[in-house]
């Protein structure tokens, strides 16, 4: 194997070792059941699972079976994001079995590839001789990018370069295709994901063309003479989805209507925003680009500012999974796929990198502890694509605008990026805790987690303990090899209302010292310094922007990082006839026999008593209202205990 020697730097991103007991459960689910039980289902082999029917399609590539191409043109990248999942595992704990598994995988995906670099199955076995002409719809660079990240991630780990190899070639007859020089395509995919990944690409080889090639993609998008509208043109204005002409092209679903730069609301297909978002910020970090800085500044506040669910979800619709207009944030028709909310951790990582601003990573938490980690069941073979905030399980089968929401995991699903981009997301958690600016260590999520690095030219070691997010206490054990002045900072939560900080015991002043949600302690630290933060930990009510219609008059829970909702497990239906009393008081108690244990709140409110209805369908009287305890449970383990209702906004009401 060739050692790569190229530009190892992370844009000041580090990677920790986890010792965690809420994640590290986690963790270990995904290596112990999830990676297994993911590659069961890509060989077709999970009887109650839809048929993946992806490694067949290599195997059918690679000509060591016959048959025709099944799945979704874009089929290929489910079986990258297993890869780089497992490459992300291994660097966690060296699992022989698993390696040599993966090592198949690679074996047949390099097989599949064309003479000339070329590697995508539905274009090698169902048509040949289309190859780039449908860049709008056909995820031919996209398929490639999860490639390119998944032979990163295994190469770091393992250190084998054959499925590197492989991709850069990939990449080579990618370069011979697409570039400004004439006779090249000026175009760019319908769906973004190589552009991040062809910086991961260059920080690892320190190959300058890679960082060009994802330079060249995100300037092209949204310029005009518009490829995906000429290109449109040029197949009589039929799509990969219908053989009827259609009457327009939307170029804000790609995220190509205008320039990147002069973007300035989030819009259209919600993943591939935030992929190319993600792109753009590695960009300006590597580049010093002001203009795509400033962009993405503009995307993220108007993103997270007035198109984000309380969850951390975004994509309000599943018309095209895509974002709609501000404040328009449906709770019973919501999408907030997973894959969105995933796509958000990684921008919103990105933008760590450029700047130590804390509403990056509140973000980041937000949509970790409750989209995302909610999207899967505790038991790691079940799963929501779309992650709704309100729930009647009859509506979803009988409405036909709510079949796309589930009252239950599914057990795999023909579009399957969401099970294994939630794999790869928790084995490399460790890379999202810390990030370097100049000689100052920003701790951005509060996981039990080891880091060496080096600071101000000093060797240091941090540890990091809690018991979070049940309590909020945390210390960070700091010792550096010598005593070494130097930068420690820590986010203070948007949601803690107060804290309180402690070093060596002294308690410092919460009145100076804050930068941008991060208080600073510079100091010259000693081995075995101490500090201690202490974050409230109470459930607290929160409100709506008075333009978020669907909210109105309504409160939701949460409690440090974690959304509440209530289940129809804990309270009785329907849960739209109970209302929160908008002065009670909250009642916490940790409850150990709940899907492995969790802090359960209740409040007092009151119910419509239906027994008490006599009216018919409609009445001028009232119905009558008794008093009611109302359960709230974490929102991450709603929908583990059965079909039911669920909902996130209650109704207030006055005691």
Known sequence: MNKISGNQQTAG?????????????????????????????LHDRVPEAEPSHAIANFEIA??????????????????????????????????????ARADAVIDLVAAAQQPDGYLNTYFTVKEPGKRWTNLQDCHELYCAGHFIEAAVAYYEATGKDKLLNTMRRMVDHISSVFGPEEGKLKGYDGHQEIELALVKLYRLTGEEQYLKLSSFFIDQRGQEPNFLRQEWESRDRVTHWSSSPASSIDLKYFQAHIPVREQTEAAGHSVRAVYMYTAMADLAALTGDRAL??????????????????????????????????????????????????????????????????????????????????????DGRHYFYVNPLEVWPQACT??????????????????????????????SMNQYIYTVHGDTLYTN???????????????????????????GTVTLKVNPAEAAEFGIALRIPSWSSSAEIRVGGEK??????????????????????????????????????????????????????????????????????TALHESAPFKEHFEASLLGGAVVVQGQGSRIEQAGWSGGLYSRAKAPVEAATITAIPYYLWGNRGSGEMKVWIPESKA
């Open 398 to 427: 009988c409405n036909p605008d709510k079949h796309h929401v589930k009252s239950e995991r599914q057990g795999w699903f023909g579009c399957a990026c969401c099970p294994p981009n939630v794999a790869r997301l928790l084995t």
């Open 445 to 471: 999520l509060y996981i039990g987690s080891e880091l060496n690095m080096t600071l101000g030219g000093t060797a240091v070691a941090v540890s990091q303990q809690s018991n979070y997010p049940w309590e």
């Open 13 to 41: 991103n580090l990677s920790a070792v986890i010792r965690d007991d809420f994640w590290g459960r986690y963790i270990q689910l995904v290596q112990e059941v999830v990676i297994p039980y993911q590659y069961e289902a």
């Open 508 to 577: 410092l002043s919460l009145d100076e010292n804050v930068e941008q949600g991060y208080y600073v302690i510079r100091r010259v630290w000693n081995a075995g310094d101490t500090i201690e933060l202490k974050l409230p930990m109470e459930a607290h009510r929160v409100y709506a922007h008075p333009e978020l219609r669907a909210d109105a008059g309504k409160t939701a829970i949460q409690r440090g990082p974690l959304v509440y909702c209530l289940e129809a497990a804990d309270n009785s239906t329907p849960l739209s006839s």
């Open 62 to 99: 690679a000509g060591r079976r016959t048959g025709e191409f099944h799945g979704f043109v874009f089929q290929d990248s489910d079986v990258a994001k297993w890869l780089e999942a497992v490459g992300y595992s291994l660097k966690l704990k060296r699992d022989p079995e698993l390696e």
């Open 293 to 378: 800085h400033d962009a993405c500044v503009r995307l993220w506040d108007n993103m997270t500012g007035k198109q984000m669910y309380i969850t951390g979800g975004i994509g309000s619709t599943h018309q095209g999974e895509a974002f709609t207009f501000d404040y328009d944030l449906p709770n019973d028709t919501v999408y907030a796929e997973t894959c969105a909310s995933i796509g958000l951790i990684f921008f919103a990582r990105r933008m760590l990198e450029l700047e130590p601003d804390a509403r990056y990573a509140d973000v980041m938490e937000r949509a970790l502890y409750n989209n995302v980690l909610g999207s899967m069941a505790q």
